[in-house]
């Protein structure tokens, strides 16, 4: 079974942290995404990558950056973390090529709160 | 990738098929309609895609029209776990970074 595992559910940080949110997806994917979700505000792209070391700024990147060192796994690092940076993220990753319908496969989501 | 247009909300009567529409009128020839659904707290699921042929799984059928600018999502017997935000989104096959997420529609099945 396909899985893309984010390693913090809830967490709770406060203004000026430097946070990290890890994803690991075991399924040798080569695009991965960070998307944050917001009531009334949809799914918003932060940040995407096609490749190890590769990424492109999505549509809300101001604020955020990006680690890819390993194919498997994608860092969303807030440099110094604000209120308004509260919100549930979501890590997603899908195969590249050309294969029919390459679905997303979406993480549980990590729930963060900064105070 | 194309936007989609959804119904803010939704009802459906439990044991009753849901049908879910979704406009999607500037779609191009090589973009895919994709179904996700997200049940509260989680990562959106996904569901059902196709191109313009209707397509059915264990989980649901999609209707795609014939000119592809609309589909419906159809859930045959509902029960009150599928009560969720359903997403409808365009998307290429391959390279369609920046697929474009909506609101979705909120479907409550009640009993």
């Known amino acids: 079974d396909v899985k893309v595992t984010q390693s913090s559910r809830y967490l709770v940080k406060r203004t000026g942290e430097k946070v990290f949110l890890e994803c690991v997806q075991d399924?040798?994917?080569?695009?991965m995404f960070w998307y944050r979700q917001d009531p009334g505000l949809g799914l918003r792209l932060i940040y995407f990558s096609y490749d190890v070391k590769m990424k492109e700024k999505g549509d809300i990147p101001e604020g955020y950056s990006v680690s890819r060192e390993k194919k498997e796994r994608f860092s969303l690092i807030l440099e110094s973390a604000s209120t308004n940076q509260t919100s549930m993220y979501l890590c997603?990753?899908?195969?590249?090529?050309?294969?029919?319908?390459?679905?997303?496969?979406f993480g549980e989501g990590s729930w963060l709160t900064v105070v | 990738d194309a936007k989609t247009t959804q119904p803010t909300s939704m009802d459906c009567a439990e044991g009753r098929a849901a049908n879910l529409p979704c406009n999607h009128s500037?779609?191009?020839?090589?973009?895919?309609v994709y179904w996700y659904r997200q049940i509260h707290s989680q990562g959106p699921q996904y569901i059902i895609h196709?191109?313009?042929n209707n397509e059915t799984n264990e989980m649901a059928s999609l209707i795609i029209t014939e000119d592809r600018k609309s589909s419906t999502l159809i859930l045959p017997h509902a029960t009150l776990r599928d009560t969720a935000v359903y997403y409808c989104?365009?998307?290429?096959?391959?390279?369609?970074?920046?697929?474009?997420f909506g609101a979705g529609t909120r479907l409550f099945v009640k009993a």
């Open positions: 500037t779609i191009s020839g090589n973009e895919y």
């Open positions: 196709g191109l313009k």
């Open positions: 989104i365009v998307r290429v096959a391959t390279g369609g970074f920046k697929t474009i």
């Open positions: 997603a990753s899908t195969t590249e090529g050309d294969r029919v319908g390459n679905t997303i496969y």
């Open positions: 399924m040798d994917h080569e695009n």
